[in-house]
C-alpha cells in the first residue's frame, strides 16, 4: 500500500481522481497532513468521513510517537527519540541558533556503511525510511516546541543517498510551497560519498548544500576509518563533488572528524589543503564524539587549533564545528542504541 503522506500534490491529485474524488479534496488532505500537521484524519474536520474510509482503506499513514527526549541543560538542545509504527526507533536533534532553529534527521533505521567511529552502523541496517516519516520527524518537533524549523539537516543515522529516491521526494516535499516551504538553501545531506547517487543529486539542480564526509586526506587514511572508500576511491570521489558544484553553484562542505593521533597531524593537514586546493568549498572539522564501542579519542585542543590554522594559512574556509548536546549522546546513533539495547533485555 502507497503511504499517503509520502505523495507530492500533484501524485495525490491523481490518487484521488482514481478514486472518483474531486482534485480539491487532495489539496485539503495535503495541508492537512503538510501545513497543519495533523497527526490522524480524526483532526480534519473538513473531510467527509465517506473520503476518510476510502483513504484508510487505500493508503498507509506514517506516524511517529515520541518515546523519549533529552534536553542539554548546555546549550538547550533537544534529541529526541521517536518510534515508527513497526516499532523501531529513530532520533533526532533540534538546535536553537540565533538564526533559527535547525533540525537534524535520520533517513534510515540503522546504516550499513560501516564508519569505524560512528554509533549508528554498529547494527547494520533494519530499514530505510519513508519520505512521509522523515517528514514526521520534522513535524513532530515543529508541534513538540511550537517553533517554526528554519533549517533542516540529514545527518543522523542512516546513508541518506543509500535511500535516494525516498530522499529526494522527501526535499522536494519539504521545500514545496505548499507545505513546510523550507528554503532548499536551508537543506543539507550528507554523505559518506555514493559517488553515482552524488551525481545523480547534481543532475537534479537542487539548491541544497551536499555535505561529503571525508575525515581522511589521502585514500589510505580514508579507508582506515570508512569502508566505503573501498568502493570509491577519494579522487572519484571529488570529482564528484566538484561535478556538485558545477552543476548547482553550490559550495561544497567537507566534514572532517578529528582522531586523536589518526587524522590530525601536520602531515594531514597538508594533504587535506592539497586534495581541497581548487574547489570551492568549505571545511567543518569535528572533534570526534568518542563511542564506548571503539577505542578512538577526541584530538587535543592544540592539534584541533594548529590543524585549522594550517588550513586558513591556504585560505581554506573553515570550522571548528560547535559541540551541542555532548551531555545528551550527541553523536549520531548513540540514545537509539542504548535505548534499544534496554528494550531487547527487559
Ligand atoms: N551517512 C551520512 C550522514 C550521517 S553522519 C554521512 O556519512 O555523512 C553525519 C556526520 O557525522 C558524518 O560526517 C559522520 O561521519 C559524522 N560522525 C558520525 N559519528 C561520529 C562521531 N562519533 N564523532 C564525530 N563525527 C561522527
Given at each position: 500500500m502507497k503511504d499517503i503522506k509520502s505523495l507530492t500534490l500533484p501524485q495525490l491529485k491523481e490518487e484521488m481522481e482514481a478514486l472518483g474524488e474531486k482534485g480539491f479534496r487532495a489539496k485539503q488532505l495535503y495541508e492537512w497532513m503538510h501545513v497543519k500537521l495533523a497527526r490522524g484524519y480524526e483532526e480534519m474536520t473538513n473531510i467527509p468521513k465517506s473520503l476518510i474510509a476510502k483513504c484508510q482503506e487505500n493508503f498507509t499513514y506514517t506516524s511517529i510517537k515520541e518515546v523519549m527526549v533529552q534536553t542539554s541543560a548546555i546549550d538547550g538542545t533537544r534529541k529526541f527519540l521517536f518510534e515508527l509504527a513497526d516499532g523501531n526507533l529513530v532520533e533526532s536533534v533540534w538546535m536553537k541558533y540565533h538564526h533559527g532553529n535547525s533540525v537534524c534527521i535520520s533517513?534510515?533505521?540503522?546504516?550499513?556503511?560501516?564508519?569505524?567511529?560512528?554509533?549508528?552502523?554498529?547494527?547494520?541496517?533494519e530499514r530505510s525510511l519513508l519520505p512521509g516519516e522523515m517528514l514526521d520527524q520534522i513535524y513532530a518537533i515543529t508541534l513538540a516546541t511550537g517553533e517554526r524549523v528554519s533549517n533542516v539537516v540529514v545527518?543522523?543515522?542512516?546513508?541518506p543517498l543509500d535511500n535516494y529516491d525516498n530522499l529526494l521526494q522527501f526535499i522536494k516535499m519539504l521545500s514545496d510551497e505548499n507545505g513546510l516551504n523550507i528554503s532548499q538553501r536551508n537543506i543539507t545531506v550528507s554523505t559518506c560519498g555514493i559517488v553515482e547517487n552524488m551525481r545523480r543529486l547534481a543532475d537534479e539542480k537542487l539548491q541544497i548544500t551536499l555535505a561529503l564526509s571525508l575525515h581522511g586526506s589521502t585514500q589510505e587514511k580514508r579507508a582506515e576509518l570508512m569502508p566505503i572508500a573501498n568502493k570509491y576511491h577519494i579522487q572519484e570521489v571529488i570529482d564528484a563533488c566538484r561535478y556538485y558544484f558545477e552543476q548547482t553553484g553550490r559550495r561544497i562542505t567537507f566534514e572532517y572528524s578529528l582522531v586523536g593521533g589518526v587524522n590530525d597531524t601536520n602531515e594531514d593537514a597538508e594533504n587535506l589543503c592539497r586534495l581541497v586546493e581548487d574547489l570551492n568549498c568549505h571545511i567543518n572539522l569535528i572533534p570526534v564524539n568518542p563511542i564506548k564501542e571503539r577505542n578512538y579519542i577526541e584530538s587535543e585542543r592544540r592539534d584541533i587549533l594548529n590543524f585549522q590554522n594550517k588550513l586558513e594559512k591556504k585560505h581554506i574556509n573553515v570550522t571548528i564545528r560547535r559541540?551541542?548536546?555532548?551531555?545528551?549522546?550527541?553523536?549520531?546513533g548513540q540514545l537509539r542504541r542504548r535505548i534499544s539495547a534496554n528494550k531487547s533485555t527487559n
Open positions: 533517513s534510515q533505521v540503522g546504516c550499513r556503511m560501516g564508519c569505524r567511529f560512528c554509533a549508528s552502523t554498529l547494527d547494520g541496517l545527518m543522523g543515522t542512516g546513508e559541540e551541542m548536546g555532548r551531555d545528551i549522546d550527541g553523536a549520531c
